[in-house]
């Protein structure tokens, strides 16, 4: 498609907004390329639907898995925020307090709403809940295409800025603009995959889905050998065995501090060219 320069020039303004009002990373990708996406794809050939009480959330009236699109949504702004190994408190669960980064995340889909909406009454914004069964996206699957690095064999998204450390929060756009990617990047390659050994449940050390079985050549971590249902479990187990603790800034009685497991993460050999050298962590 050729682009006009207006397309081109509020694609570039928003895109700077969002880094302005505090993502770390921003990218651009048409609505129709993620439809019907290698996640939403796989979803109904999963093994099984571990944690799926996520099932029980389901407010779209849609099957499981499957993404509910607004008509005149044209384009996803899909963003990411650093959640550096330092700072890990940015993804901690304190009883049912929403962790810092994910505020951080919610903020920034609410300035660009507020934002786009004033200066440009004419789109209108579809900010993207975290969950796919409450009307969100698969946001690992919308990053890649937008540009913001690829699936490692960690089956996270990996950045040539951060590495796999980044969270991600997307907005529909009602506008069509240019897509910012995919881009050349793959870090593992030539890696002896340490992420897959840090992992405390074992939940790449078995080939679940195959290309010829499935059908589908985008496979969880790549070659079809993350286990969702272990993973799971570490989740579980890391609820259960939250310790109480007593943090200020939101209570005066200790609660339960969730530290949700992310060796797969911190383990990964890549290093973004934002991050510190592993020995200033
Ligand atoms: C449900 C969920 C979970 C569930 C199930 C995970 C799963 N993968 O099934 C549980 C609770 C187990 C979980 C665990 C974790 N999660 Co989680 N999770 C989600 C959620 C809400 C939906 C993911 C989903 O259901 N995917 C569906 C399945 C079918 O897809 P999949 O296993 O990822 O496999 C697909 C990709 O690999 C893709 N793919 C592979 N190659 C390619 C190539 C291309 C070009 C494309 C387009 C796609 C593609 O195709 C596969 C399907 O065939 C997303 C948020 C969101 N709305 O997207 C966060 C999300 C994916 N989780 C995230 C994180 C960080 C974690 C954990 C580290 C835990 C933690 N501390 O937060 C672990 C990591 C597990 C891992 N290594 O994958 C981040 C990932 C950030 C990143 N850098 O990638 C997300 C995006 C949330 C966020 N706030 O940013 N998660
Ligand atoms: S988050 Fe933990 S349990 Fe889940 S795949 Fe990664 S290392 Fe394994
Ligand atoms: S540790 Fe290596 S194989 Fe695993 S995600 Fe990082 S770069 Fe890829």
């Not at 985008?218 to 050998?225: K, V």
């Given at each position: 498609?050729?682009?006009?320069?207006?397309?081109?020039?509020?694609?570039?303004?928003?895109?700077?907004?969002?880094?302005?009002?505090?993502?770390?990373?921003?990218?651009?990708?048409?609505?129709?390329?993620?439809?019907?996406g290698p996640s939403e794809r796989l979803f109904p050939k999963m093994r099984d639907h571990a944690r799926d009480h996520f099932a029980e959330?389901?407010?779209?009236?849609?099957?499981?898995g499957a993404v509910k699109w607004e008509p005149e949504e044209k384009t996803v702004l899909v963003f990411a925020v650093s959640h550096p190994e330092d700072k890990p408190e940015m993804d901690w669960w304190c009883g049912e307090v929403n962790p810092p980064g994910n505020k951080l995340l919610a903020e920034i889909s609410r300035k660009l709403k507020a934002y786009i909406e004033e200066q440009h009454p004419d789109i209108h914004v579809y900010p993207k809940p975290y969950h796919v069964e409450k009307g969100g996206i698969y946001l690992k699957d919308a990053a890649v295409e937008a540009g913001l690095g690829c699936m490692g064999r960690n089956n996270l998204l990996i950045t040539p800025e951060y590495g796999a450390k980044v969270?991600?929060?997307a907005v529909g756009l009602s506008v069509e603009l240019p897509s910012s990617g995919p881009v050349e990047f793959d870090p593992c390659q030539s890696c002896a995959r340490p992420c897959a050994?840090?992992?405390?449940?074992?939940?790449?050390?078995?080939?679940?889905?195959?290309?010829?079985?499935?059908?589908?050549?985008?496979?969880?971590?790549?070659?079809?050998?993350?286990?969702?249902?272990?993973?799971?479990?570490?989740?579980?187990?890391?609820?259960?065995?939250?310790?109480l603790e007593l943090v200020l800034e939101y209570a005066d009685e200790p609660m339960p501090?969730?530290?949700?497991?992310?060796?797969?993460?911190?383990?990964?050999?890549?290093r973004g060219s934002r991050e510190p050298a592993k020995a200033d962590v």
């Open positions: 498609m050729d682009w006009s320069e207006e397309q081109t020039a509020l694609a570039e303004e928003l895109l700077r907004k969002a880094e302005e009002f505090g993502a770390d990373l921003a990218g651009l990708v048409s609505a129709d390329r993620l439809k019907n959330q389901i407010t779209t009236g849609l099957p499981h969270r991600l929060r050994d840090a992992c405390p449940k074992g939940a790449f050390s078995e080939t679940v889905y195959t290309k010829a079985e499935t059908g589908l050549c985008r496979l969880p971590a790549r070659e079809g050998d993350y286990y969702r249902k272990l993973c799971a479990l570490e989740m579980e187990e890391n609820e259960k065995t939250a310790p501090v969730i530290r949700y497991c992310r060796a797969c993460e911190f383990s990964c050999g890549y």
